[in-house]
Structures are given as C-alpha cells and as structure tokens.
C-alpha cells in the first residue's frame, strides 16, 4: 500500500463521526492515517475521548480570535506542525474563509446528514420531516466556500418512517454515516475519487451493489 494520508478530523461536539474514522482507521490497510483532532471549542465531547485515545489533539478555541482568518491561522499551523494532508469535518460547525477551503481545494472533506443538494445548513432533520420526503440519509462531499455544497463523494439513504420525528430520523441517519464515512475517506485517501469537472469519480465504483450506495437498515 502507498503511504497513508495524514489526516486530521476538525470537531466542535460529539464527535461519533470522529469515533467512527479513528476506529476504521485502526485497520492495517485503511489509507488514511488519523495524525491530529483539533476542536474549535474546549467543552466538545469529542475532545476527551481523543484525548483519552492518545491521540494528538489541539484546541483552538475560535473566541479567541477577532477575525475568522487569525483562528484559520492558528489551526493551519497546527495542521502544518503535524503534517497533516488530508481534512475530515466531523460536526465542525464553523464556516471556513474561501481562502482556507482554496488552500485545502480537494484535501478537505465533510459529511452532512441530508441527501444534498437538499436540505443544506441547520435543523436538516426537521427539515426533511417537514417536506415529507420518504428516504434521507446522509452525504460526504469535498468541501467547497459555499455552506455544505461540493462534489459529492458518497450518500447513503435511510427511509423515513410514518411516526419519525426529527430525533429518530436522525438516530437512523447517525448510522449511516457511521458506516459511509469512513467508507468515503478510504476512497479520498487511496486516490480512489478524484474530482472531475466539479463531479467525483471513483475509479472503484464498477458495479450496482457497491455497499457505499446500499440502504442502511
Ligand atoms: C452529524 O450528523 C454530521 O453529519 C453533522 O453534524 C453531526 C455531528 O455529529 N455535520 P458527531 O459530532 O459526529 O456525533
């Protein structure tokens, strides 16, 4: 195998997207190799279990800083101390400048629990409940200026149920992207999915019960 892709997970809460990207990330043959976690607040959830793990992490706490380009600062020099290659948003809840997501163009990935292009931003279960779609599910795409939009990587689709409130869709949702995320991330990382023309293609993608596009339940 090539070289694993340092790759560091950027955090602000829970964190179950990280568990599950560190936890894959254990196999000797996963590509990609969970170098940092950095957490833009002290209090996430996600940050003592890291710490906890042994794994390297920072805080950058974006209160500190007057402007959003000074905090991007800061974390880019912790990304560049543990030269770090390859981005995961993991429930990273703060916007990044287009020059940062210029500078990371392809290296920089996030997952977002909706189908995208529908149902971008905040309270997307309860968005989805409310247009009464009956699959959802979730997306991991290359990170572009504009708020959860780029290239999609991978989605997996969930059903929505009569009876779901925004909370159990959202229980259903979570498991999905426990299993596509790091499914993506091996793609990224291995130089499986490039981008094309602002559209991902995966050099691996050959057949109809590839398991990244099946239902979760
Ligand atoms: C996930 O639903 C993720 O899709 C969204 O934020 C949530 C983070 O959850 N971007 P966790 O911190 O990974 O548990």
């Not at 189908?115 to 795409?141: D, M, N, R, W, Y």
């Not at 498991?175 to 130089?191: D, I, N, S, T």
């Not at 109809?208 to 596009?213: G, I, V």
Request: glycine share 6%; net charge neutral.
């Amino acid at each position: 195998m090539n070289k694993k892709k340092r790759t560091a997970i950027l955090i602000s809460g829970r964190g179950s997207n990280m568990r599950s990207l560190v936890e894959a990330a254990r196999a000797p043959d996963y590509p990609a190799e969970i170098v940092l976690v950095a957490s833009n607040r002290p209090e996430a959830e996600g940050v003592a279990w890291a710490v906890e793990q042994g794994l390297p992490t920072v805080v950058v706490d974006h209160k500190n800083f007057a402007a959003r380009a000074d905090f991007e600062r800061t974390l880019q020099s912790a990304l560049d101390t543990y030269g770090v290659e390859l981005i995961a948003l993991a429930g990273f809840m703060r916007l990044m400048t287009p020059d940062f997501v210029e500078h990371w163009r392809d290296r920089m990935i996030n997952i977002h629990p909706s189908l995208l292009p529908s149902f971008k931003g905040l309270h997307t279960h309860e968005q989805a409940i409310a247009a009464g779609v009956k699959i959802a599910g979730c997306t991991v795409h290359f990170v572009r200026a504009e708020m959860d939009a780029g290239p999609i990587i991978a989605q997996a689709a969930v059903p929505v149920l009569s009876g779901d409130t925004a909370e159990t869709l959202a229980v259903r949702i979570l498991k999905a992207e426990h299993r596509v995320y790091p499914a993506a991330l091996r793609l990224v990382a291995a130089g499986e999915a490039r981008c094309d023309r602002e559209k991902v293609v995966i050099s691996s993608d050959v057949s109809e019960t590839n398991p990244l596009y099946s239902p979760a339940i």
